[in-house]
């Protein structure tokens, strides 16, 4: 849950704050564009070798983009690797080295690369790489670290107006993962969020006519950052402030008419935390009831279930029969929602090159269960949600019914995407098998992202044994014990045809 929270109080601030270090690869993508319409082999040969001279690297990079855009390996590499010699510090070599220090898994090893690394380029703030690592430092419960990447990350960051964002609002968007390990200090920061986001509510909310989208968004940042407040209140020893920030907020979300559920799913799961542990175990009970028959208990709730059901009835007297026919409400209530998420439309034939370069055809795989992944390297949730997807490929390893497929997607930056991708998934040792959706030269589109109406990743394409499209799901949750369950009754549903 934690993870999803802190998605809907720091997306917008994320999104903000690297809007502007988008401005060269645009210019790129243009200027790519623009290449893709000369239809004259003579000019385009021209044009590509004007653009490697001189002292621009930009023009380079165009270039190298060109050939990698349409598959054109040997003279990419070799254009690539003039580029990280003759322009050393340039772009391209920034961002080979942030992707190497992005793929060092061991945190402090990751820190000492970064700031050996950082000082030969004071002047950057290495966009999602210094929020991650701040974030990582604030899971540990290591402030000063936390400050440190923070401050760097929110160098020239501005909000959708074009103001610049407070240190403390930073802090407040990286703390939410401080709310296990340094719960008080974590309450400190978010107490300045949940101000600044209450402030920004009620300013949008005087307007005659506030903009419907930003209500919204100003209302999902605000509970999103009360619930992480709360929540680091009762992890910390004010738990009964906890429960009292927890129980107004939780009133007055319930009276927003116009609030999203989806917060006030958030903001009850930390609501229950606290009349759990303030042994307010029968007002809690009502609550973790509903989250099991919705299949929204983890194991943790429904330990918590069995202790407050103890504590209200005093022994643990019936507990199996009422716990089964708990069970038996959610499992109803899935295969209602599995059945309420089904379509049935014909899924697009496709033909791409796996990433050892051996073609696999869609049609092929017919008469099976096919489950499609759209991901890429640079996508954090597609990442993430990698642990949870290898548990769904070992479930179904000797099911010859089944079938992976995950397609990289939408790449961007330097590198061979090819590579980087096959890379990734072999030094993370994950066994999927990987196709590349790479870029159309002509349209900037992924073809095959673009068959399937994909508007966003991680996406999940389940096709069943007729080759019709049963579900599309997007997102990623961070329970994967939850997510693998999901993705499974929705392979057997799609296994009846």
Known sequence: MKKIILTAFSAFLLFTANAQRANTGHTIRQRLSELNTITDPTVLASKLKELQQGTVEENYLVAYSYYSSKGMTEPAENLRNEILKKFPKGRLALQQKIQEIGEISDLDARDKSFVEFYKEYPDENFGFLTYSLSQDFAARGDDAKMRFYADIYGKGATDGKGNPIAKETIYAMMAGSMVQTNPELAAGYLKYGVDAAEASLAEMKASSSPDPNLLSRAQNNYFAVLTNYVT????????????????????????????????????????????????????????????????????????????????VNGSESGYKAYEGNLLVIQEENIQAEIAKMAVSKPAPD??????????VKLSDLKGKVVVLDFWATWCGPCKASFPAMQKAVDKYKNDPNVKFLFLHTWEKGGGDPTANAKKYVTDNKYSFEVLMDLRDPKTNASAVASAYKVD??????????HGQIRFSTSGFGADADKAVKELSNMIAFAKKG
Do not use: H, W
Request: a neutral charge; proline letters at 3%; zero cysteines.
């Open 456 to 465: 966003g990743i991680p996406t999940k394409i389940i096709i069943d044994t």
């Open 232 to 311: 680091a209140l009762s992890n910390g020893k004010d738990v009964e402030k906890g429960y009292q920030e927890a129980q107004k907020a939780y009133l007055a979300i319930q009276e927003d008419k116009k609030a999203d559920p989806r917060s006030l799913k958030y903001l009850e799961g930390a609501y229950v935390q606290t009349l759990i542990k303030t042994k307010r175990f029968k007002e809690a009970l009502p609550y973790i009831e509903n989250a099991v028959k919705e299949d929204q208990a983890n194991k943790a709730m429904m330990e918590q279930l069995k202790t407050a059901y103890v504590a």
């Open 350 to 359: 496709f033909e791409l090159k796996d990433v050892d370069g051996n073609l």
